[in-house]
């Protein structure tokens, strides 16, 4: 069992940069796919970026792709998702989550969440 926590969020100009972390609280993300969600104001939550649990596979949600890169150092010890190129629109609550042998898709399963990291893109 794992406890994902997130870092990293602030306030960022329209075109700006930031780099999200996700930590497995004194453990690694060994077998665990990973992956990244976030909750806009007023809207539901939806995914952004993932990789299996092996690490060979990622995915991300169209509206990032090009911008966004998830990754993780060795040994698994945490993860990150590197934005670039922020829109006003990316603005939301980003959350890390993680399943044991998971797929790390949209439809996946997730059952640990992190608490969420506040991200905001000023125009």
């Known amino acids: 069992q794992v406890q994902p926590v997130e870092s990293g969020g602030g306030l960022v100009q329209s075109g700006g940069s930031l780099r999200l972390s996700c930590a497995a609280s004194?453990?690694?993300?060994?077998?665990?796919?990973m992956g990244w969600f976030r909750q806009p104001p007023g809207k539901d939550r939806e995914f952004v970026a993932g990789?299996?649990?092996?690490?060979?596979?990622?995915y991300y949600t169209d509206s990032v792709k090009g911008r966004f890169t998830i990754s993780t150092d060795n040994p698994k010890n945490t993860v990150y998702l590197q934005m670039t190129k922020l829109k006003p629109e990316d603005t939301a609550v980003y959350y890390c989550?993680?399943?044991?042998w998971g797929s790390g898709t949209a439809d996946g399963s997730y059952t640990y969440w992190g608490p969420g990291t506040q991200v905001t893109v000023s125009s």
């Open positions: 990789f299996n649990w092996r690490g060979g596979l990622t």
């Open positions: 989550a993680a399943e044991k």
């Open positions: 004194g453990r690694t993300f060994g077998n665990y796919a």
